[in-house]
């Protein structure tokens, strides 16, 4: 079984994701994971993620088993990760890696922008998880504070919009909901709800 997860930053959708993991006995690959860590890695040598030849040596360099799974989840890393995810010959570098992890016999779930639409487009369950603006600059923010940031909620909402446009506005695999994904919005869901409504999504798929 393969389950695909996507949705805006903050959504709920890693969260979703890990709980149809553990549920159905999956494994689970956070692909965010593999651009902020492309991200981080052009900040590391003072580059800049938006130029595109610093961007395509540090994805083609990635190795997956060293990424630092506590520094990529700063707000710079995020912001980058979203610069280099834009770039096609980024997406190109990462795409075999994701490809692979999905071919594994067992059962994934994916979590990620493109899963549905462009990694995993014959995915047997789609999910597209959203939630308003404001739930998920409350929920960035306590993540972001619990990780020692300061930052105001204007300010974190403003990143989370234009990171928004990036991800949705570029040309290559831009994030949309595929045609046969099931939407789940969890604005108004605590963390036990959201799994729930997305377990009976799963069931209710599976049937
Ligand atoms: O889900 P996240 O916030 O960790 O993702 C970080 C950035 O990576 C996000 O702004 C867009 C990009 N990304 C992507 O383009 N495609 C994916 N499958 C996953 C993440």
New binding site residues.
């Given amino acids: 079984m393969i389950i695909a997860v996507d949705g805006p930053?903050a959504s709920g959708k890693g969260t979703v994701a890990k709980h149809l993991a553990a549920r159905y006995g999956l494994k689970l690959l956070d692909?965010?994971?593999l651009?902020?860590a492309v991200g981080l890695a052009v900040l590391d040598v003072g580059g800049d993620p938006a130029d595109e030849a610093a961007a395509l040596a540090a994805a083609q360099a990635l190795n997956l088993a060293a990424i630092d799974q506590d520094r990529i989840r700063s707000s710079a890393a995020?912001a980058a990760?979203?610069k280099v995810?834009a770039q096609p010959a980024v997406r190109a570098a990462l795409l075999k890696a994701q490809r692979d992890f999905a071919a594994d016999p067992a059962g994934v779930v994916l979590d990620?922008?493109?899963?549905g639409t462009i990694i995993c487009p014959d995915a047997d369950v789609k999910l597209f998880v959203t939630a308003s603006l404001e739930a998920r600059t409350t929920r960035r923010l306590a993540e972001l504070q619990a990780r020692g940031e300061t930052l105001d909620f204007e300010t974190l909402k403003t990143q989370i919009q234009e990171?928004d446009a990036r991800?949705m506005g570029r040309t290559d695999?831009p994030l949309r909901q595929a045609p046969d994904a099931h939407l789940l919005d969890t604005t108004e869901l605590n963390v036990e709800e959201a799994a729930e409504a997305a377990s009976r999504i799963v069931d209710a798929a599976r049937r």
Avoid: E, K, M, N
């Fill in positions: 930053t692909t965010g994971t651009y902020r995020g990760a979203s995810a990620g922008r493109d899963i990171r991800d695999a």
